[in-house]
């Protein structure tokens, strides 16, 4: 088990993670290098474009949108009852993983951080008209804490790693950096 001041060291404003960081580490260690050395290619991406339309145009009911905390994390949006829920919007069901474990990485760090520890998540996929539920165990902090640990190691390179071809390649925003 580690310290807090390990947990600290992870979070520390020198090492800033978004979720965007752990989101990319799940899907592509390349891409996540580039994003990090700020090569940012998302903002040219036809899909990215989409998804962002998706999310703007997602849920209308509710007026609080996009929740930046710390400027580190962005929440799409929070629904409040009896338990506090963050909600992440995604267009397609594809990057599942990684959607799961940038929602994770939220619910950690408003634990950790923030000591809120009575927080659920739930990534909401309006286009399938389906919600999945998110729920941070001990097993799955300590999942967090190695993928933050990787994420840093990753971003110390001094050049980004080679690529692997994916299947998911072909519609990265980086694509034409790795492969043509």
């Given at each position: 088990?580690?310290?807090?001041?390990?947990?600290?060291?992870?979070?520390?404003?020198?090492?800033?993670?978004?979720?965007?960081?752990?989101?990319?580490?799940?899907i592509c260690?390349?891409?996540?290098?580039?994003?990090?050395?700020?090569?940012?290619?998302?903002?040219?991406?036809?899909?990215?474009?989409?998804?962002?339309?998706?999310?703007?145009?997602?849920?209308g009911g509710?007026?609080?949108?996009?929740?930046?905390?710390?400027?580190?994390?962005?929440?799409?949006?929070?629904?409040?009852?009896?338990?506090?829920?963050?909600?992440?919007?995604?267009?397609?069901?594809?990057?599942?993983?990684?959607?799961?474990?940038?929602?994770?990485?939220?619910?950690?760090?408003?634990?950790?951080?923030?000591?809120?520890?009575?927080?659920?998540?739930?990534?909401?996929?309006?286009?399938?008209?389906?919600?999945?539920?998110?729920?941070?165990?001990?097993?799955?902090?300590?999942?967090?804490?190695?993928?933050?640990?990787?994420?840093?190691?990753?971003?110390?390179?001094?050049?980004?790693?080679?690529?692997?071809?994916?299947?998911?390649?072909?519609?990265?925003?980086?694509?034409?950096?790795?492969?043509?």
């Amino acid at each position: 088990m580690e310290s807090e001041s390990d947990i600290g060291a992870l979070l520390s404003k020198e090492m800033f993670f978004s979720g965007t960081q752990v989101n990319y580490y799940v899907i592509c260690k390349t891409k996540l290098w580039l994003f990090s050395h700020f090569v940012t290619m998302e903002q040219s991406s036809d899909l990215v474009s989409y998804g962002k339309l998706v999310h703007e145009t997602s849920y209308g009911g509710d007026k609080k949108k996009e929740i930046v905390i710390d400027d580190r994390i962005a929440i799409d949006f929070i629904r409040k009852g009896d338990t506090l829920v963050l909600h992440e919007v995604k267009k397609g069901k594809r990057l599942e993983r990684a959607h799961r474990y940038q929602l994770l990485y939220y619910l950690f760090y408003l634990a950790e951080l923030k000591g809120m520890e009575d927080v659920e998540g739930e990534i909401d996929y309006p286009l399938l008209r389906k919600k999945e539920k998110v729920e941070l165990t001990d097993a799955l902090k300590e999942e967090i804490k190695t993928i933050l640990k990787g994420i840093q190691e990753v971003v110390a390179l001094p050049e980004p790693p080679r690529p692997s071809y994916l299947r998911i390649c072909r519609k990265c925003a980086y694509f034409e950096f790795c492969w043509v």
